[in-house]
């Protein structure tokens, strides 16, 4: 499956984005979809995660609460709803797809395709 992130740009401290990743190819209910992301110099961490349906969500600790994770199957595609954004969010966001039972384990080894990143730049 391909996947392509979009939606980050630069916001001010407080404000919101809501992040689209597309599919295309291979059935998307097969898979689990990550959201990670990533800055400079740093491991790639987990943010957020849909189940095939929809019908199952997990979330990181410092995200409850702000960030709603979504998708529309017939759509083909994932969201991720970012409010209440802080500067600590700044990084490379990106989308994976995980074909595994695993998938809600918040690790990138468990996700078989990425997509390419997108920027986001919270501002104090």
């Known amino acids: 499956v391909q996947l392509q992130a979009s939606g980050g740009g630069l916001v001010q401290a407080g404000g919101s984005l809501r992040l689209s990743c597309a599919a295309s190819g291979r059935t998307f209910t097969n898979y689990a979809i990550g959201w990670f992301r990533q800055v400079p110099g740093k491991e790639r961490e987990f943010v957020a995660a849909?189940?095939?349906?929809?019908?199952?969500?997990k979330y990181v600790d410092f995200v409850k609460g702000r960030f709603t994770v979504s998708r529309d199957n017939a759509a083909y595609t994932v969201y991720l709803e970012m409010n209440n954004l802080k500067p600590e969010d700044t990084a490379t966001y990106y989308c994976g797809a995980s074909p595994v039972p695993s998938w809600n384990r918040g690790r990138p080894l468990e996700y078989d395709f990425w997509g390419q990143g997108t920027q986001v730049t919270v501002s104090s």
């Open positions: 849909i189940n095939w349906n929809g019908s199952s969500t």
